[in-house]
């Protein structure tokens, strides 16, 4: 009997979604059982596990499990375009015939001269079997880095217990507090990082992190507590940095009303200095940025020492890692998904040229114009463009302007999903959810003053969790795929800017070098007449100087005329005389 396929397009492997639903929440369903196909063998627990679908009789087994679990719905509405694996039941045909794709490449038997009315009935069993998945507590499934199941069973695996039962906390329940508790009691943190790492993803996304617990699991789930940078973190600040005067004068005007850093001089302040000197001194091209004094005060306020909080900031920043072998990747890139070896890349938003936020900033305009039309023309029609207000969103982790609960709630999410894809889509998503305010908005004033950020969050003040789940929701196609396929439209962008800006600026230098040509030419015309000229005034003057000669001349045989006739008239007088 023909076997599944070690691993799907989806991104699922038997090992990895069985062994780790399975160790995570024993009472859930399993998955598989051997009555009708076998597991492979490397799948733990194999005889306990259930098999996923029955839908049709007529295909092998292997091709009948593939169409169905590849084809799944979900539930999620599509906001904008294609471009997107995740297909909803209500799409019928379309869903049907990609599952009937799928059913074809993994070799589901089919007769060649399929009628339309045989085709027709095909593709109608399979829309039924989406739905019925789709609907099925018991199916479970990774795609795109995300656990696909029904809402109650997400519930079941991710909701705390204060949530489950009517009530809403920011911050998990403390009976929640065992499962975090876990991840820190192991060794080094990677045995559940890597065989859980989308049940923690989905988790923290529901419901986030302990507050009491943040540091430690922050530096463990980005792998900060691995590295040795606390070993030459004392050297670092024994060096001289070029930054210090200004780190220190925005020392005092960070968080000034948080209590951390409230006084002037206070321990506090001196440990934020410390961390961004030292950062200053291990990365020069990057020195100092502001907003860096803003990343590093939302982990001091987490409880780290200065240590740990350098730790963290350098890999948030840092652009290239090397995953451990035991580290959980994406199939399409190689990527880790959590943890120990992820890449947050940060560190362009903070180079002199920022750009890293230009590009946010592209990708966050394009989503907003892609997904609300009608808003981003409001937006510019009234001269508001991105930079005016989003630039201080991702330069300081949106933590100048909104509340520092959310802040933390956010950066919970940003080390699982990535810290450019949280901002974006949050950028994104909080548009959306105040759509009607900002288009009632009509004077500049009133729509800087809405967009700074503590409005566009008022009416979820206290609901956090809320709010995460309003902004996956209406963002369920952003995903790091879209904003690849953005960065590339951007790059692409500024390329054929920058080549026509070489085109104008080639024109320009064409045009001052015909100029300069001109007037090449008029000076050697002008020298010529010059030469010309002068050399007219040296014959004029040679001849002057010979005129002159011969009137000296003239004037000494004049005067000499003279004295022999004064000679002669004398001589004639004394004659006279006698």
């Not at 004068?249 to 948080?258: A, H, I, L, N, Q």
């Not at 900033?361 to 892609?370: P, S």
């Amino acid at each position: 009997m023909a076997r599944p396929p070690a691993a799907e397009p989806g991104g699922w492997s038997w090992s990895g979604l069985a062994s780790s639903l399975f160790v995570a929440n024993p009472e859930v369903p399993p998955l598989w059982d051997d009555s009708d196909l076998d597991p492979p063998d490397n799948v733990p627990n194999r005889d306990s596990y259930r098999r996923l679908d029955t839908f049709d009789s007529g295909a092998s087994s292997s091709s009948r499990f593939g169409a169905s679990f590849s084809s799944m719905s979900s539930p999620s509405r599509a906001l904008f375009g294609a471009g997107t694996d995740q297909a909803s039941p209500q799409r019928g045909a379309a869903a049907s015939s990609s599952g009937l794709s799928v059913l074809k490449k993994q070799g589901a038997t089919a007769d060649p001269g399929l009628d339309a009315v045989s085709a027709q009935r095909l593709l109608e069993r399979l829309e039924l079997a989406n739905r019925t998945l789709a609907s099925d507590p018991k199916m479970i499934m990774v795609q795109n880095g995300s656990i696909r199941t029904a809402d109650s069973t997400l519930q079941t695996l991710t909701v705390t217990p204060a949530a489950i039962s009517g009530g809403e906390s920011d911050d998990a329940a403390p009976a929640d507090d065992t499962f975090w508790e876990t991840l820190l009691t192991e060794s080094d943190g990677r045995t559940s990082l890597a065989r859980l790492p989308h049940l923690i993803a989905a988790r923290i996304r529901t419901s986030g992190i302990p507050a009491r617990l943040r540091s430690q699991l922050w530096l463990r789930i980005a792998g900060a507590h691995i590295d040795n940078l606390h070993m030459v973190y004392p050297a670092l600040l024994a060096e001289h940095s070029s930054f210090e005067n200004i780190i220190q004068r925005d020392v005092s005007r960070t968080f000034p009303k948080v209590e951390l850093f409230a006084e002037q001089g206070c321990s506090g302040q001196k440990m934020l200095f410390n961390v961004l000197k030292a950062f200053s001194v291990f990365d020069r091209d990057v020195g100092y940025c502001q907003g860096l004094s803003f990343c590093a005060g939302i982990m001091l306020m987490q409880g780290m020492s200065e240590q740990e909080a350098f730790s963290l900031v350098v890999r948030l920043l840092e652009e290239s890692s090397s995953p451990t072998p035991a580290q959980p990747t994406t199939p399409a890139s190689g990527a880790p998904l959590i943890g120990i070896g992820a890449i947050y890349a940060l560190r362009s938003c903070f180079l002199p040229d920022m750009a890293g936020l230009h590009q946010a900033l592209f990708q966050h305009t394009e989503l907003v114009r892609a997904v609300d039309p009608a808003l981003d023309k409001h937006l510019r029609e009234c001269g508001i463009s991105a930079t005016m207000y989003a630039s201080q969103w991702f330069l300081t982790m949106f933590s100048y302007n909104f509340p520092l609960e959310l802040v933390f709630r956010l950066f919970d999410i940003m080390l699982v999903d990535g810290a450019m894809l949280t901002m974006v889509r949050f950028s994104v998503a909080i548009l959306l959810l105040n759509h009607d305010r900002i288009l009632g908005a009509v004077e500049i004033e009133s729509l800087l003053a809405l967009l700074k950020g503590e409005q566009l969050v008022a009416q979820y003040r206290g609901s956090w969790n809320a709010l995460i789940k309003d902004v996956l929701d209406v963002t369920p196609n952003i995903t790091q795929s879209t904003l690849g396929d953005l960065k590339l439209k951007y790059l692409r962008e500024q390329q054929d800017s920058s080549r026509e800006a070489a085109k104008a600026e080639i024109q320009r230098l064409n045009e001052l070098v015909k100029q300069l040509a001109r007037e090449r030419d008029k000076a050697r015309g002008e020298l010529s007449a010059a030469l010309k000229e002068n050399a007219r005034l040296t014959s004029a003057n040679v001849e002057l100087k010979e005129k002159l000669k011969q009137n000296d001349e003239l004037q000494l045989r004049m005067l000499k005329e003279n004295q022999v006739l004064l000679a002669t008239i004398e001589q004639f007088e004394e004659a006279k005389q006698q």
